[in-house]
């Protein structure tokens, strides 16, 4: 997939240096959208269910960059309370939509990942599917520092990114095993970095990824 076909579904381009620069835009992402997004598979994706399955997420959980809910309604129906926000409006009015449809006790909201202290809570665990690899170099950082401000301590964030191993074109930002370990060396301890699939219509058989499960630390 080229560059101009991935810009008419609101992706990123695949030139690494726009990427650190730029990250991925709210247009862009308000343009994926407009159709089915590449990523809104109708599911939740398989590697988050396994997490789930096995107890890796706990206690009250915010799922940043949720989409149209799909991870965010699978934790609910396992009794967990969950708020899911994304700043795509019309995603969240899916993810709600599907709320009311199943009667789920999972909350949506439009909200800015980059700002989560603004929403005056605080989560045992915080699933990151996918948002993380669309920042720049800049937000990442600001990134990394809005989940601190709404993680426990002893919290764990599961993030899920594609990873460098997926060379075909299209999609967004490959990321590495040790940017995610020198994102995340300051008051954060990485348990685990696997490799791990994402379903995606932009790829057969899935994009490859990683899936790390990282503990904000009890005290730095």
Known sequence: MT?????????????????????VSQA??????????????GRPQPAIVRLADAGV???????VGCGTGDNALMMADRSHA???VDYVAVAVERANA?????????????????????LGRRFDTIVDC??????????????VDSLAAVIERGGRLI????????????????VTQAELREAFAG??????????????TIFEGGARAWLAVIRRDESE
Request: net charge negative; aromatic share 10%.
């Open 3 to 23: 560059d101009a076909a991935d810009n008419q579904q609101g992706l990123p381009p695949t030139d690494p240096e726009a990427l650190r620069r730029e990250g």
């Open 28 to 41: 862009r992402f308000r343009a994926a959208y407009a159709d089915a997004a590449p990523w809104d598979i």
């Open 57 to 63: 997420i706990r206690g009250s959980v915010l799922d």
């Open 82 to 84: 969950v708020l899911g």
């Open 98 to 118: 599907k709320r009311e449809a199943r009667g789920s006790s999972a909350e949506f909201r439009v909200h800015d990942a980059l700002q989560l202290g603004a």
């Open 130 to 143: 996918g948002l993380f690899h669309t920042f720049s170099d800049r937000d990442r950082l600001q990134y």
């Open 159 to 174: 993030l899920m990114c594609f990873s460098e191993a997926e060379t075909r074109e299209g999609g967004p930002r490959r």
């Open 187 to 200: 008051g954060w301890t990485i348990e685990s970095i696997d490799p791990a699939h994402f379903d995606a």
